[in-house]
Structures are given as structure tokens and as C-alpha cells.
């Protein structure tokens, strides 16, 4: 498991983490998740893989805690495959890691993607509603490009809104892609949810979601997953 920091984008702190899954083969080096995450969906082993990072993400947060001044501040994001979300002891399996690693649950965020709420929405909504009450905090990552409807968007137990990669790398490219930008950042707040800017890579980027409202962001620029 590597580790991506998340920044308040105004003061530089880091905030958080988000936990992403990499494979080192042996013989054929670095496989990127793109790879490999379809093949282990194919064999059944998503929910084996996203135990692993869970339970990876949880415990290296509590080390953090326990060793840095102000770590009990940090958060960590872990994401989620819709086969997690259909799993009947999804909600247990996240309690148990919450307990064994020692962590608050308010300092856990869990990524969903537009396509899974839009596409397992029904089946979705006990299962967020069950993970509020548990008390964890809930993201849609890769915001914008999927299909997600505004009534569905306002009555979601969600906290947090991820603007995609993909409309961060076209800022500076025109008027749309900013305005684009901006009405996620304005659409979030209105709803009381934080917005976290993915993929900022250039220093033109990162003027530029300050200046479009945007506080919380990750991206090579700021920090590679190490």
C-alpha cells in the first residue's frame, strides 16, 4: 500500500491520506492497478484485496498518530469497489478494522465512484446509511464523471465531493474547464461537503483552484504516493 498526502491547499499542512494499492512483481516490476484489479475482480479476490488495504491504511494511520505532534489531526481515505458496497458484512468488516487498528471513525474516509452509487444505488443507500451511523466519513471520488443526479446528490449520507483529475489537467485550457470547476466547488459547499482537487501537477493548477475556492488537494505537484 502507498500513501498519497492530502493538503489544505491555502496553508500547505498535510491533512490526510489516501491509500492506493500497487503491486512490485518480482520478475516483471511495477503492474499498475489498472492491470491487476480486473484480474483479481475475475478470480474473487476484491474483497481479500480491499481487507488488505484497509486494514494496511487503518494501522499505518494509528502509527502516524502515535508518532507525530498533531497526528491525532490526520485522516485516512481508502477506496471502495462496488463488490464491498453489495457484501453483505461490508459494514462489520470496516468496524473490525476501525477496532483493531485503534483509530476514531471520523478519521476514515471511504471513496465511492459515481458509476457504483449510480449504479447500485438502492442497494447502496442502507449500506452508507449503516457506515454514517458507524460514524466514518464518505466520499464520491472521480466526481463529474459519472452520472449523478442532484436530488440523489442532496439526500446522500456523502461528506465529500473529489473533483476528477481529468478536469484539473484542462484548467488553463479555457473558460469551460474553470467554470466546470468552479460549479463543483460551489455545488459542494452548498451542500456542506468538502471538495478535494485530484491530479495537481502544475503550479498554474494550484493557483488557480485557490483562486476558484477549492482548499483541499492532492496531486504530484504536492506529493507523489510513497
Same mark, same amino acid.
Given at each position: @500500500? *502507498?500513501?498519497?498526502?492530502?493538503f489544505d491547499l491555502r496553508s500547505g499542512r498535510v491533512l490526510g491520506f489516501e491509500a492506493l494499492v500497487r503491486w512490485q512483481h518480482h520478475e516483471d516490476g511495477s503492474i499498475s492497478p489498472g492491470a491487476f484489479l480486473?484480474?483479481?475482480?475475475?478470480?474473487?479476490?476484491? !474483497?481479500?484485496?480491499?481487507?488488505? @488495504? =484497509?486494514?494496511?491504511?487503518? *494501522?499505518?494511520?494509528?502509527?502516524?498518530?502515535?508518532?507525530?505532534?498533531?497526528?491525532?489531526?490526520?485522516?485516512?481515505?481508502?477506496?471502495?469497489?462496488? *463488490?464491498?458496497?453489495?457484501?453483505?458484512?461490508?459494514?462489520?468488516?470496516? #468496524?473490525?478494522?476501525?477496532? %483493531?487498528? #485503534?483509530?476514531? /471513525?471520523?478519521?476514515?474516509?471511504? %471513496?465511492?465512484?459515481?458509476?457504483?452509487?449510480?449504479?447500485? =444505488?438502492?442497494?447502496?443507500?442502507?449500506? !452508507?446509511? %449503516?457506515?454514517?451511523?458507524?460514524? @466514518?466519513?464518505?466520499?464520491?471520488? &472521480?466526481?463529474? $464523471?459519472?452520472?449523478?443526479?442532484?436530488?440523489?446528490?442532496? $439526500?446522500? /449520507?456523502?461528506?465529500?465531493?473529489?473533483?476528477?483529475?481529468?478536469?484539473?489537467?484542462?484548467?488553463? &485550457?479555457?473558460?469551460?474547464?474553470?467554470?466546470?470547476?468552479?460549479?463543483?466547488?460551489?455545488?459542494?459547499?452548498?451542500?456542506?461537503?468538502?471538495?478535494?482537487?485530484?491530479?495537481?501537477?502544475?503550479?498554474?493548477?494550484?493557483?488557480? =483552484?485557490?483562486?476558484? +475556492?477549492?482548499?483541499?488537494?492532492?496531486?504530484?505537484? !504536492? +506529493?507523489?504516493?510513497?
Amino acid at each position: @500500500v *502507498h500513501y498519497q498526502p492530502l493538503f489544505d491547499l491555502r496553508s500547505g499542512r498535510v491533512l490526510g491520506f489516501e491509500a492506493l494499492v500497487r503491486w512490485q512483481h518480482h520478475e516483471d516490476g511495477s503492474i499498475s492497478p489498472g492491470a491487476f484489479l480486473p484480474i483479481a475482480e475475475e478470480a474473487g479476490l476484491m !474483497l481479500k484485496l480491499s481487507d488488505f @488495504v =484497509l486494514n494496511c491504511a487503518c *494501522h499505518q494511520l494509528r502509527n502516524w498518530q502515535q508518532a507525530m505532534p498533531a497526528g491525532e489531526l490526520l485522516s485516512m481515505s481508502v477506496n471502495v469497489s462496488g *463488490h464491498d458496497i453489495a457484501h453483505a458484512a461490508f459494514v462489520a468488516r470496516v #468496524g473490525r478494522a476501525l477496532v %483493531e487498528s #485503534g483509530i476514531r /471513525p471520523q478519521q476514515l474516509c471511504l %471513496e465511492l465512484t459515481e458509476n457504483i452509487l449510480s449504479s447500485r =444505488l438502492e442497494a447502496a443507500m442502507p449500506v !452508507l446509511q %449503516e457506515l454514517r451511523r458507524l460514524g @466514518v466519513q464518505l466520499a464520491i471520488d &472521480d466526481f463529474g $464523471t459519472g452520472y449523478s443526479s442532484l436530488s440523489h446528490l442532496s $439526500t446522500l /449520507p456523502i461528506d465529500e465531493l473529489k473533483i476528477d483529475r481529468s478536469f484539473v489537467a484542462r484548467l488553463g &485550457d479555457g473558460r469551460n474547464e474553470a467554470a466546470v470547476v468552479r460549479s463543483v466547488v460551489l455545488l459542494g459547499h452548498s451542500l456542506g461537503k468538502r471538495v478535494v482537487a485530484e491530479g495537481i501537477e502544475t503550479e498554474a493548477q494550484l493557483a488557480q =483552484l485557490r483562486d476558484l +475556492g477549492c482548499r483541499i488537494g492532492q496531486g504530484y505537484l !504536492l +506529493g507523489r504516493p510513497m
